[in-house]
């Protein structure tokens, strides 16, 4: 078995529509008098949010929590375990969660229904990636980077089998047995 991985978005784009979001966030949230946070979902968010945390300016805390829906390889578990939970209050505060990829939808619908609860002043959600046609469940994104077809991708964060998280694209995934 071959594994390849074939560039779909390259660094550049990335950067390019990292700064766009940059803009539209700090403009929804620059003129609130709430605090801000920003939540990295563990592992696949780590550079993502690190990227758009430099291009928001507003003061912002970051915190992250770590959820776990794939075991291995390319089929959820069918079972979202929450393996580290925020160290922060969200209480009162704008909260924007930050996510690599958005496939079925379950992750993140944990995630809301876990910090709804919290009352923040407000709960968004910023994806760089969306994948809606494998949507299982119905959820409002706020941010959109890119909509992708159903591919499964690597890179920039995202894993196959926790590797290819460094490359600084994102890369379809092809396997030739
Ligand atoms: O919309 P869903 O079908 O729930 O899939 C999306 C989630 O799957 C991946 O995380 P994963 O559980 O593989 O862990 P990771 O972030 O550590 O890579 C990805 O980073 C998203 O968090
Ligand atoms: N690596 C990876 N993880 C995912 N989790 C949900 N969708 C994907 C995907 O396309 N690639
Ligand atoms: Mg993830």
Redesign the pocket.
């Known amino acids: 078995m071959q594994i390849f991985i074939k560039s779909i978005i390259s660094k550049d784009e990335l950067q390019k529509k990292i700064n766009e979001l940059g803009v539209m966030i700090t403009n929804r949230y620059k003129n609130s008098k709430n605090h801000m946070i920003l939540i990295g979902l563990l592992r ?1 968010s780590f550079i993502f949010i690190a990227d758009l945390c430099r291009v928001i300016h507003v003061h912002h805390e970051i915190d992250f929590m770590t959820i776990s ?2 075991d291995s390889g ?1 089929k ?1 578990s069918g079972d979202v375990k929450i393996l580290k939970d925020l160290e922060c209050d969200v209480l009162n505060k704008h909260v924007l969660i930050v996510e690599d ?1 958005i ?2 939808g379950q992750t993140l619908s944990k995630v809301l229904e876990i910090l709804s609860i919290r009352n923040p002043k407000s709960l968004s959600v910023c994806t760089l ?1 969306d ?1 809606p046609e ?1 949507r299982e469940v119905n959820i409002k994104v706020d941010y959109v980077g890119f909509s992708i077809p159903d ?4 890179g920039y964060g ?3 089998i926790q590797s290819y998280r460094y490359l600084p694209y994102i890369g379809k ?1 092809i396997i030739k047995k």
């Open positions: 696949g829906s794939y390319m959820p990829i496939d079925s990636l994948k494998r591919y499964f991708v690597v995202i894993d196959y995934v």
